[in-house]
């Protein structure tokens, strides 16, 4: 049974419900051991960072920033704040020092909490840039303070500042008073169209959405949910108090680069991720698949075939497999799938939601056909994450993006633009009262920039309306769905479309270069660097021979003509990835213009 409760209270009243029983599963910074709290001993360290924002002046509606990765503190910070009514704003823990301090001084930040030495030395670099900042707290002990900061503290001696309750009469005030109209966070965007602006999120957006998605997504408290998107991204942060709000065990992912060593030891039952750790699992699988004997190979790919007609040809479409079907997918969930599972850490899972870019059809198909539940859904910050989504033991089509959840209006345009109305809907941005104005219609419909269309009750993307490329031969491009069918190659780690007012389109690919690598040497192509690699001719034309095979659906003009292999991937550090690892075009398009130059060039 969910508790809908304010943000508040949520924890605290979880407390009383559950006591001793396990909350969080998390190692400490630097730890490889894993361990737990429990609902009241989260309840108590929560109240604790209340009493302590309140001992440092901290007022109603005020805004803090959390400058971190995914740990234990992160979310006592966060429910400590909601508990006094202050506003909390998430930084991504990638983010630069220009970032930051844009962030810090849009929203006015008197208190910055830190997760690592990185995320401190940025912010203590800044501080002088940033007015309004007065204090920092950190999150890891180990952290190193500059000699010459009399103004960061750790995160332990704040909450000393807690300890003993000595602001218990105005707290219980302020949870009495705290409403539904207030702002609970301010999430800044990535960016990939310009400069980040601050979507502003209230209380009664993620009441609403919470009990919107409690209805349509079966999460309970007998899950282990693993956190692995960073709290700073919506779809995270609106997943994570879900399952709180179910009584569901959280694993606190710190670390995302250890993501599948931590599901394997912690086996959760339940996780959010976007299509590119799944794309990443599909390639791993299928590599293993062609290193396998014939006689392996062939029994994989018949148990995929199995799979597939049973998870996609007949539950999928709401159908009953017939017994002989469902005899077989038994047999072979039981000797085959059951082991891709358990190499993953998943043997008890049960659902995936997954968002944030295109799934490519391949990959959803496959993750169905090994028994895991991917729920496909598409959402923005501005609606708290979730717009639509497949219902567990509901038809799907593999391709939709769900059906929107209870109490949500989607409506489509004229010109093919998804528009939304619903009490999950942003008021708006921070600051900004001309972005906010220009994104809603008159009729107080939000503009999500996004194309599809409504069919069988079931939402489909088409393009990014600002992401369509038009080539000078006047064809439009939707380059992200091109992306997503080419990323299913396991030899391709990264991949950017180019085509806007080009005579066709070409692409610049990270390979994945490990597999490059063997490629070179089984062909005996010599080689001394990545550089080499990348400009030799059999391997470009062996990369090609790939994505041909992949584009044969493709219009002629969407398909690809001319590609250039990269020697270094595509990085944060270049300003070329946001925070969320999509694509800045226009940065991409400035650093690899020679590149770019040279596929356009008369052969």
């Given at each position: 049974?969910?508790?809908?409760s304010h ?18 599963i ?148 302020l ?6 109209d207030?702002m ?64 569901a ?59 597939r ?40 899972a049960?659902?995936?939601?997954t968002a ?15 028994g ?14 979730t ?138 192509i ?8 990348c ?16 584009q ?23 300003g ?28």
């Amino acid at each position: 049974m969910q508790t809908n409760s304010h943000l508040s209270v949520l924890v605290h009243d979880q407390a009383k419900k559950y006591g001793d029983r396990e909350a969080l599963i998390y190692r400490h910074f630097g730890s490889k051991k894993w361990v737990s709290s429990s609902w009241r001993e989260c309840s108590l360290t929560v109240s604790k960072v209340s009493a302590a924002l309140l001992q440092l002046g901290v007022g109603v509606q005020e805004n803090i920033g959390v400058f971190a990765q995914n740990c234990v503190q992160y979310i006592y910070t966060d429910f400590g704040a909601w508990g006094i009514r202050a506003v909390t704003i998430p930084f991504y823990a990638t983010s630069s020092e220009q970032q930051i301090q844009f962030m810090i001084n849009d929203a006015r930040v008197r208190l910055l909490f830190v997760g690592e030495q990185e995320q401190y030395d940025k912010a203590h670099r800044v501080f002088a840039l940033c007015p309004t900042l007065e204090r920092i707290v950190i999150f890891d002990r180990s952290v190193r303070i500059s000699t010459h900061d009399p103004y960061a503290l750790y995160f332990d001696d704040f909450v000393r500042l807690g300890e003993d309750n000595p602001h218990a009469e105005e707290l219980q005030g302020l949870y009495a008073a705290a409403s539904y109209d207030d702002m609970a966070n301010i999430l800044y965007t990535s960016g990939t169209t310009g400069d980040s602006k601050g979507v502003m999120l209230t209380h009664g957006q993620y009441h609403a959405a919470l009990e919107a998605n409690g209805r349509c997504v079966n999460v309970g408290e007998d899950d282990r949910v693993m956190n692995f998107l960073p709290y700073a991204h919506i779809f995270e942060k609106g997943w994570t108090l879900l399952s709180l709000s179910v009584g569901a065990r959280l694993i606190v992912n710190t670390y995302p680069l250890e993501v599948q060593d931590s599901m394997r030891e912690t086996h959760p039952t339940c996780m959010s991720a976007v299509p590119r750790f799944w794309e990443k699992v599909y390639a791993g699988v299928q590599e293993q698949i062609d290193r396998a004997n014939p006689v392996k190979r062939k029994l994989f790919r018949n148990a995929l075939a199995i799979g597939r007609r049973y998870n996609i040809d007949y539950l999928s479409r709401g159908l009953r497999p017939p017994l002989q079907l469902k005899l077989e997918y038994e047999m072979m969930n039981r000797t085959v799938f059951s082991l891709v599972r358990h190499e993953l850490g998943l043997e008890h899972a049960n659902i995936f939601p997954t968002a944030g870019a295109t799934v490519s059809a391949h990959v959803e198909e496959f993750v169905h056909s090994i028994g895991l539940n991917m729920i496909v859904g598409y959402g923005l910050t501005e609606s708290l994450a979730t717009v639509s989504c497949d219902r567990l033991g509901e038809p799907y089509t593999v391709g939709s993006v769900g059906r929107p959840i209870d109490g949500l209006e989607v409506r489509i345009s004229d010109e093919g633009e998804i528009l939304l109305k619903g009490p999950t809907i942003t008021r708006g941005y921070y600051n900004r009262p001309e972005l906010t104005r220009d994104a809603f219609t008159a009729d107080g419909f939000f503009r999500t920039g996004d194309a599809g269309y409504m069919k069988g009750g079931e939402l489909f993307l088409t393009e990014r309306i600002k992401d369509l490329f038009k080539t000078s031969n006047g064809k439009y491009i939707a380059p992200q769905a091109i992306e997503s069918r080419l990323l299913v190659d396991k030899f391709i780690d990264q991949i950017a479309i180019i085509a806007d007012q080009r005579k066709f389109v070409s692409a610049l690919i990270i390979p994945e270069y490990r597999l490059v690598e063997e490629f070179a040497r089984a062909n005996g192509i010599p080689f001394e660097s990545r550089e080499d690699l990348c400009a030799n001719a059999k391997v470009q034309q062996m990369m090609m021979d790939r994505i041909t095979t992949l584009q044969q659906q493709l219009a002629h003009y969407e398909q690809v003509k001319r590609i250039t292999l990269l020697p270094h991937h595509f990085s944060m550090e270049r300003g070329e990835l946001t925070n969320t690892l999509k694509l800045k075009r226009r940065v991409i398009n400035e650093n690899y213009k020679a590149e770019i130059d040279r596929m356009y060039e008369e052969s």
